[in-house]
């Protein structure tokens, strides 16, 4: 049995009647651009193989049910007219905030029924909550012929994030569950949402990228993602710019300088991201000209400005970086939000057990809870499946 398949006959156990459609929507990874959209820079992540799945039917009686078999309890009643934004309703806060949004943005959704499961791993920084807003709204979008566009779903899924959920993340996760292609990576400018498909086929060159999945997420990470925000900004006001973005590279030394009155920290997050923004101009010049094996060590610098800048790094993300260079390892660097998750690896093919086993055993000798490690697939954004 597929996954439609198996989604759709539990949706049917679930509600009684077979689902109108099933869709799927995937999580990504980032290779490089970190805690650069809300500043309106360059990121250039790609979609996973591991999706979020939703079965999902119309409903016109102004009622809103939601189901996931990843979480404890049963199916969530909701009224689409009665949502409230910060309410606290868990894990249905994503797919009931896509609604919300939807309807505060003018279009008509008057209830649904939805089953959700997914293989995004949670915590990981994979990015497993845009999965399941992106899913939802490409379903709803279908079956209400909406007629909105796969940037303008990731808008809304960005919007039911931060003003539903309360989580001021930037729009590169939903972008990228719902615009990527199979064998590509994303650039996208997060300013004016401008996006290029960059062909990103590691295997033809003899080359894979592995995701580390640390499998630990710290509570330090709690609200240091919105105090980050908040520092770039107040970097950018001392800046007299609207974002970082207006920052060039070449001038961050005097903006340095400018900022010599600031807080250690807002200095800090100002370097990290207008260099960040610099490392994914250089990404995209060396993918652009073939040479994927130079990006490796512009993955290593960039998880040293994650881990000594943004501070946002922790000992079982720097342990991936360190142990896998020293195996031989191109490049790696944490991605993601930080705190734990998950980092990259770019390695030669030949070389991907290798050091793969050299984390494994690294992460044993520290006493850390044993990774879990898989290649990212460049694989393709949501879509109808059934």
């Given at each position: 049995?597929?996954?439609?398949?198996?989604?759709?006959?539990?949706?049917?156990?679930l509600?009684?009647s077979?689902?109108?459609?099933?869709?799927?929507?995937?999580?990504?990874?980032?290779?490089?651009?970190?805690?650069?959209?809300f500043?309106?820079?360059?990121?250039?992540?790609?979609?996973?193989?591991?999706?979020?799945?939703?079965?999902?039917?119309?409903?016109?009686?102004?009622?809103?049910?939601?189901?996931?078999?990843?979480?404890?309890?049963?199916?969530?009643?909701?009224?689409?007219?009665e949502?409230?934004?910060?309410?606290?309703?868990?894990?249905?806060?994503?797919?009931?905030?896509v609604?919300?949004?939807?309807?505060?943005?003018?279009?008509?959704?008057?209830?649904?029924?939805?089953?959700?499961?997914?293989?995004?791993?949670?915590?990981?920084?994979?990015?497993?909550?845009?999965?399941?807003?992106?899913?939802?709204?490409?379903?709803l979008?279908?079956?209400?012929?909406?007629?909105?566009?796969?940037?303008?779903?990731?808008?809304?899924?960005?919007?039911?994030?931060?003003?539903?959920?309360?989580?001021?993340?930037?729009?590169?996760?939903?972008?990228?569950?719902?615009?990527?292609?199979?064998?590509?990576?994303l650039?996208?400018?997060?300013?004016?949402?401008?996006?290029?498909?960059?062909?990103?086929d590691?295997?033809?060159?003899?080359?894979?990228?592995?995701?580390?999945?640390?499998?630990?997420?710290?509570a330090?990470?709690d609200?240091?993602?919105?105090?980050?925000?908040?520092?770039?900004?107040?970097?950018?006001?001392?800046?007299?710019?609207?974002?970082?973005?207006?920052?060039?590279?070449?001038?961050?030394?005097?903006?340095?300088?400018?900022?010599?009155?600031?807080?250690?920290?807002?200095?800090?997050?100002?370097?990290?991201?207008?260099?960040?923004?610099?490392?994914?101009?250089q990404?995209?010049?060396?993918?652009?000209?073939?040479?994927?094996?130079?990006?490796?060590?512009?993955?290593?610098?960039?998880?040293?400005?994650?881990?000594?800048?943004?501070?946002?790094?922790?000992d079982?993300?720097?342990?991936?970086?360190?142990?896998?260079?020293a195996?031989?390892?191109l490049?790696?660097?944490?991605?993601?939000?930080?705190?734990?998750?998950?980092?990259?690896?770019?390695?030669?093919t030949?070389?991907?057990?290798t050091?793969?086993?050299?984390?494994?055993?690294?992460f044993?000798?520290?006493?850390?809870?044993?990774?879990?490690?898989?290649?990212?697939?460049?694989?393709?954004?949501?879509h109808?499946?059934?």
């Open positions: 049995m597929s996954t439609a398949e198996s989604v759709g006959a539990r949706f049917e156990e509600y009684g077979a689902p109108d459609g099933v869709w799927a929507a995937p999580g990504r990874v980032n290779l490089i651009g970190e805690y650069t959209d500043n309106e820079g360059f990121v250039m992540p790609l979609a996973l193989p591991h999706t979020a799945v939703a079965a999902v039917s119309r409903r016109s009686d102004g009622v809103l049910r939601v189901h996931s078999a990843d979480a404890r309890g049963g199916v969530v009643r909701l009224a689409p007219d949502l409230v934004p910060l309410s606290d309703t868990g894990w249905a806060a994503y797919p009931a905030g609604v919300w949004a939807l309807r505060e943005a003018g279009h008509t959704v008057p209830g649904a029924d939805i089953h959700l499961t997914s293989t995004v791993p949670t915590g990981a920084g994979l990015s497993s909550s845009a999965a399941l807003e992106v899913v939802t709204a490409l379903a979008n279908d079956l209400y012929e909406l007629g909105l566009s796969a940037p303008e779903l990731a808008v809304l899924g960005q919007r039911a994030e931060n003003a539903f959920v309360g989580v001021p993340c930037g729009i590169m996760d939903q972008m990228a569950s719902a615009c990527c292609t199979d064998g590509h990576a650039y996208l400018d997060t300013r004016d949402l401008s996006q290029r498909q960059v062909p990103f590691l295997a033809a060159v003899g080359l894979q990228l592995l995701v580390v999945d640390t499998r630990v997420k710290h330090l990470g609200g240091a993602y919105a105090e980050r925000r908040a520092g770039c900004e107040s970097g950018a006001r001392a800046l007299g710019a609207r974002t970082l973005r207006e920052v060039e590279y070449a001038h961050l030394p005097e903006a340095l300088d400018r900022l010599a009155g600031e807080a250690p920290s807002v200095r800090r997050y100002v370097r990290h991201v207008v260099s960040d923004n610099h490392r994914v101009e990404v995209i010049a060396l993918l652009d000209a073939g040479d994927v094996r130079a990006v490796g060590p512009i993955l290593i610098e960039g998880h040293a400005s994650l881990r000594d800048d943004l501070r946002v790094s922790c079982e993300l720097d342990l991936v970086v360190t142990s896998a260079v195996a031989g390892a490049g790696a660097r944490m991605t993601g939000g930080g705190f734990g998750g998950s980092a990259i690896v770019l390695v030669e030949a070389d991907a057990d050091v793969t086993k050299a984390v494994e055993e690294a044993a000798t520290a006493g850390h809870t044993a990774p879990r490690v898989f290649p990212a697939v460049p694989s393709r954004g949501a109808r499946v059934a």
